[in-house]
């Protein structure tokens, strides 16, 4: 009996299939990037639906187009900084999952990302009103007249504010990756066996709660806020009392006085 030469493939073992992101070669992940979009959407139209006062249609949709625009680019910053730290990890032991990475930056950005996010856009609030910054000093308020220009410069703004998060959040990561490719190795190890199993739990299972409270608490924030009877009286005081009853009712004295002057 002959023996069988050895081959290129059984001389050099297969590699192992790892779970990623995202891959161009496999159309299941975008799937699941479709379905994480709509379930994120479809979570704010509950929350609109449950609010009071509730939102007019254009009011919301403003709204939520300016959070879709700074979740998606979110979401794609959280897939690039979960490769980005795959590759170029500070451990010994290199992790690179992907998906174990994406799953320890999702939750430390809904954390501690969110609590910047909303601190620096309170910020910016701040300068804005200073400045007198029309389009950006009121967040949710978009007025007939130039409602695309203020709706423009927010979206801007919170895009900004984002990537100053990311590089923050990213830097975090890296300097204290060889601590979390332990933990990611020990808590995602079991699922290697299934990368597309691994890919769901990373991107709906697992973030489908924190993805809620995330919208939520940033939608509540990037929505217009309701107006206090102390804020309507500065709004009148700036329109120079032109509504206030009583001016309007010393006006018409005055202007019946004179007219009964001149009879």
């Not at 995202?22 to 449950?50: E, H, N, P």
């Not at 890296?174 to 995602?188: N, Q, R």
């Not at 018409?252 to 001149?262: H, Y």
């Amino acid at each position: 009996m002959g023996l069988t030469p050895p081959t290129l493939s059984t001389l050099i073992p297969e590699a192992e299939e790892v779970c990623a992101v995202f891959d161009t070669d496999d159309d299941f992940t975008s799937y699941v990037q479709f379905f994480l979009a709509a379930f994120a959407l479809g979570s704010l139209w509950i929350k609109r639906m449950r609010e009071v006062p509730r939102r007019d249609f254009r009011t919301w949709f403003l709204d939520v187009s300016k959070m879709g625009i700074g979740a998606a680019y979110a979401h794609i910053a959280n897939m690039a900084i979960a490769m980005f730290i795959s590759a170029n990890s500070r451990a010994e032991a290199n992790l690179d999952d992907q998906c174990a990475w994406y799953a320890m930056n999702f939750l430390i950005d809904t954390t501690l990302g969110l609590a910047l996010s909303l601190l620096l856009l309170h910020a910016l609030e701040v300068v804005a009103v200073r400045k007198d910054w029309e389009t950006l000093k009121d967040t949710g308020e978009y007025s007939e007249e130039g409602s695309w220009k203020t709706w423009r410069n927010q979206v801007l703004a919170w895009v900004g504010i984002l990537t100053v998060v990311k590089i923050i959040l990213t830097c975090f990561l890296w300097i204290f990756s060889p601590f979390f490719a332990e933990v990611g190795d020990i808590l995602f190890s079991p699922m290697r066996s299934s990368p597309h199993f691994e890919l769901i739990f990373v991107m709906i299972l697992f973030p489908g709660v924190l993805n809620v409270l995330y919208f939520w608490v940033a939608d509540s924030y990037l929505k217009k806020k309701p107006e206090t009877d102390e804020g309507m009286e500065l709004r009148r005081q700036d329109r120079g009392h032109d509504d206030d009853p009583m001016v309007l009712g010393a006006m018409g004295r005055e202007s019946n006085a004179g007219l009964l002057g001149n009879g």
